[in-house]
Each structure stands twice: as structure tokens, then as C-alpha cells.
T-cell receptor, first 118, second 113 residues
Framework: AQKVTQAQTEISVVEKEDVTLDCVYE???????LFWYKQPPSGELVFLIR??????QNEISGRYSWNFQKSTSSFNFTITASQVVDSAVYFCALSEAGRGSTLGRLYFGRGTQLTVWP | ETGVTQSPTHLIKTRGQQVTLRCSSQ?????VSWYQQALGQGPQFIFQYYREEENGRGNFPPRFSGLQFPNYSSELNVNALELDDSALYLC????????????FGPGTRLTVT
């Protein structure tokens, strides 16, 4: 069963628009961790944020913000005032910490290709 | 820069051959994981090493094997290469197994012909 779903395959916006990337996850563990990674054309995955299952406080960091809602099993990511340099593939990932889990193993979604046009 | 390095950057092999990919973890990290990323897909977990022991494996056959050394550098070995093994191979290191972000290397692009 797919544990992380990113329903948006591709999104195109024009510079300065706000854009939200959706992520829905599935797990039976009560302790788990959620991540967002960015993969620019160079290929290296860049860590953006980590959230644990007990911390539903949403966060804003510069132009980035995250909305974690356990009730809907969602962990969405918003870029405000997008820039051309934000163009990349964005991955949402889940790590489980329950009994029988491989601690630290990441389950990735299929990614969302974000293109920001000038 | 994550401090995680991988070699080689690119590799072309023939079906049936064997390949060894290398990863140097970020200083102080005792956990390394390997992922395979096919074109247009998210990375898939191959296995994880924690303090030199294999700690978990994804849905990959035994011809995928690995090692972690005392300095926490790591190798991924693939025997009897198949065309479907063509992918980007990523290694990631973390401070501990649970809850810590993983820092990824730039990857090795393997092409099997």
C-alpha cells in the first residue's frame, strides 16, 4: 500500500504566485516523522523540513510554510511569492517509528514537479 | 553542501556485470541508507546500515548487497546487473536512525546496456 501520495504530478506558476504542494500519508504508527525534500535538476535531494507526529504546530520559514493536519493525514507545503529558482521536484516522505519498523527508512511520494516561469 | 559524497558520478555497465558504488557519510553520522531512484519516480529504499550492521532492507533481491565500514563510509554492490537496474543511486546519512533528517549525496547515475 502506498504510504505517501502526492496527487499533483506537475504544477506551473508564474513568478510571485503562491503555490501549495499537497501530501497525504498513511501509517498505523502513532510515532512517525514527515519530511519535505527538494530535488533540483542537479539531482541532489535537499532537506527542507522535518515534523514529528506529536508536533502539529505549523511553521513558517521565510517564503516557505507547512501545514500539518493529523485529522486528514496531510502535510502540505506552501511557497509564497515563488521564484524561478524554486523550480524543482518536491518530495514528501514518511518515516515510521513503531514496533517492527525500520527506523529512519523513508517512504517517498512520487514527487511534484514545480516549474516557475519568469 | 551536505558533506555526503558519492563516487563515481556516472557509470555505464553491461548486463550481467557487477558494480560497486561508494558513499562517504557526513562526519559523526552512524547511519547510512541507500535508495534507488528510477526516472520520474520517488526514491525507493534499498537497505540501511547502522553501526556496520544491516538494519533493514526494502524489496530488493539479494544481488543488492552492502557494507558499512568503521569510519561509516559505505558501499553498495550489485551483481548480475539487469537493464532495470539503470537508475540514480542515492546514499543518505543521518546522526541516528530515528527521527533525524537524512542528508543525501549527489548520487551515482548507473546505466546498464
Amino acid at each position: 500500500a502506498q504510504k505517501v501520495t502526492q496527487a499533483q504530478t506537475e504544477i506551473s506558476v508564474v513568478e510571485k504566485e503562491d503555490v501549495t504542494l499537497d501530501c497525504v500519508y498513511e501509517t498505523r504508527d502513532t510515532t512517525y516523522y514527515l519530511f519535505w525534500y527538494k530535488q533540483p535538476p542537479s539531482g541532489e535531494l535537499v532537506f527542507l523540513i522535518r515534523r514529528n507526529s506529536f508536533d502539529e504546530q505549523n511553521e513558517i520559514s521565510g517564503r516557505y510554510s507547512w501545514n500539518f493536519q493529523k485529522s486528514t493525514s496531510s502535510f502540505n507545503f506552501t511557497i509564497t511569492a515563488s521564484q524561478v529558482v524554486d523550480s524543482a521536484v518536491y518530495f514528501c516522505a514518511l518515516s515510521e517509528a513503531g514496533r517492527g519498523s525500520t527506523l529512519g527508512r523513508l517512504y517517498f511520494g512520487r514527487g511534484t514537479q514545480l516549474t516557475v516561469w519568469p | 553542501e551536505t558533506g555526503v559524497t558519492q563516487s563515481p558520478t556516472h557509470l555505464i555497465k553491461t548486463r550481467g556485470q557487477q558494480v560497486t558504488l561508494r558513499c562517504s557519510s557526513q562526519s559523526g553520522h552512524n547511519t547510512v541508507s541507500w535508495y534507488q531512484q528510477a526516472l520520474g519516480q520517488g526514491p525507493q529504499f534499498i537497505f540501511q546500515y547502522y553501526r556496520e550492521e544491516e538494519n533493514g532492507r526494502g524489496n530488493f533481491p539479494p544481488r543488492f548487497s552492502g557494507l558499512q565500514f568503521p569510519n561509516y563510509s559505505s558501499e553498495l554492490n550489485v551483481n548480475a546487473l539487469e537493464l532495470d537496474d539503470s537508475a540514480l543511486y542515492l546514499c543518505a546519512s543521518s546522526l541516528e536512525r530515528e527521527g533525524y533528517e537524512q542528508y543525501f549525496g549527489p548520487g551515482t547515475r548507473l546505466t546498464v546496456t
